[in-house]
């Protein structure tokens, strides 16, 4: 009798402990998911983010893991479609139960799936490629804000340095070629509101749909203006494509983009007609060894040939994400993990990312650069 006793006793235990056991957490596994485009015109933003991710997931757990456990990612294809990336969210989420979320893609896609499913589920997710202000919103005015953590800088302040620098330059007549999407709305916002700031408008405004290369309506409108420049708020199959119908069209105004067009995936579009584009980015320049966190990323990825922005990007997410891990502590809940986050503001080796318990916005930091001959990246 006292034997049964022991064992169900024993057994007792362990079905409490399975019942507070925190979702994605196990004695030996740390389980985190990922929604970003592996496929279709934009897979090579999303893939080169998973695989710096899952590079230095391995290097972490070669080291020992987090406090004993092994990190794994579940990453889920969304083709940069909003649906896909709530639908994904959702699985990740109530199927494969991941602890938390990390680099995401995109402005509409993961506004959705905060308002819709992570915020609600009150899961965190650590780093999206998105400048938004549908992401950074107060918490008290939206309460799904709290559980995404911004790394990057926002589209008004890339827009603004864009913006600063043409007014510097002396031109005044400005227009916009935007995507017709979150990501490319809030990227006109910044660029109208940096304008007001000079007394300036921009002279013209066109759009491009989401994943769509038809830029022929906007490069009659734009074309038409005559503008001296032309801020391009758009991912880079449609930059390249506009570029070209503009050059085609005999225009030459100056031309500038934001970070999210992916200076590489550009180069590699449009070859030598990349020259002279300038591009706001908010990271640390991904050539520069000097900077220890550079110095760290180029060691992951190995190969010069790899190095780019978004590569990078992901390193600074992944390392955010895991050191914040590291200091909840073994006994590791979604709420101590939040509270980690809340309580970071640590240089990371010459990039600072800073949250506390109002602010989601990790960095502020914004650098011009311009493609320069043979496609390199010039500061």
């Known amino acids: 009798m006292h034997f049964v006793k022991q064992l169900l006793t024993v057994a007792a235990i362990a079905i409490s402990s399975l019942a507070a056991a925190e979702p994605?957490?196990?004695?030996?596994?740390?389980?985190?998911?990922?929604?970003?485009?592996?496929?279709?015109?934009?897979?090579?933003?999303?893939?080169?983010?998973?695989?710096?991710?899952?590079?230095?997931?391995?290097?972490?757990?070669?080291?020992?893991?987090?406090?004993?456990?092994?990190?794994?990612?579940?990453?889920?294809?969304?083709?940069y479609e909003t649906d896909r990336t709530v639908a994904n969210t959702n699985t990740l989420i109530n199927d494969k139960k991941v602890f938390s979320l990390l680099a995401y893609y995109g402005s509409s896609p993961t506004t959705e799936a905060m308002n819709k499913v992570f915020g609600p589920a009150r899961v965190p997710l650590v780093g999206t490629i998105s400048g938004a202000g549908t992401l950074r919103e107060p918490i008290a005015k939206n309460p799904g804000s709290a559980y995404m953590f911004n790394i990057r800088a926002s589209y008004a302040d890339e827009t603004e340095a864009i913006v600063n620098q043409l007014v510097s330059l002396g031109l005044k007549n400005?227009?916009?070629?935007?995507?017709?999407?979150?990501?490319?709305?809030?990227?006109?916002?910044?660029?109208?509101?940096?304008?007001?700031?000079?007394?300036?408008?921009?002279?013209?405004?066109?759009t491009v749909e989401r994943n769509s290369l038809d830029v022929t309506a906007a490069v009659e409108a734009i074309a038409k203006a005559k503008p001296q420049a032309v801020v391009m708020v758009t991912l880079y199959k449609p930059t390249a494509a506009f570029v070209k119908a503009m050059k085609k069209a005999g225009q030459n105004p100056m031309l500038m983009t934001l970070s999210p067009v992916g200076t590489q995936q550009l180069v590699a579009e449009l070859g030598a007609d990349a020259r002279g584009i300038g591009v706001s980015q908010v990271m640390p320049y991904p050539w520069n060894s000097v900077v220890p966190i550079v110095h760290e990323y180029q060691k992951l990825v190995g190969s010069k040939a790899g190095y780019s922005y978004y590569g990078i990007e992901a390193y600074v997410t992944a390392r955010t994400a895991v050191d914040a891990l590291k200091k909840t502590g073994r006994d590791l809940t979604r709420e101590k993990y939040i509270a980690a986050l809340e309580s970071t503001n640590a240089d990371l080796g010459g990039f600072t990312v800073a949250f506390s318990g109002t602010s989601r916005q990790g960095s502020r930091f914004v650098e011009m650069t311009v493609i320069g001959p043979g496609g390199k990246v010039l500061r």
């Open 174 to 206: 400005i227009a916009v070629f935007y995507q017709n999407d979150g990501f490319g709305k809030s990227g006109l916002e910044g660029v109208t509101a940096a304008l007001k700031k000079h007394n300036l408008a921009p002279i013209v405004a066109a």
């Open 24 to 79: 994605g957490v196990t004695d030996s596994t740390i389980t985190l998911g990922m929604s970003s485009p592996f496929s279709g015109p934009n897979g090579a933003y999303g893939t080169e983010m998973r695989e710096v991710v899952e590079r230095y997931f391995d290097q972490v757990n070669k080291a020992g893991g987090v406090n004993g456990r092994k990190l794994a990612l579940v990453a889920l294809d969304d083709g």
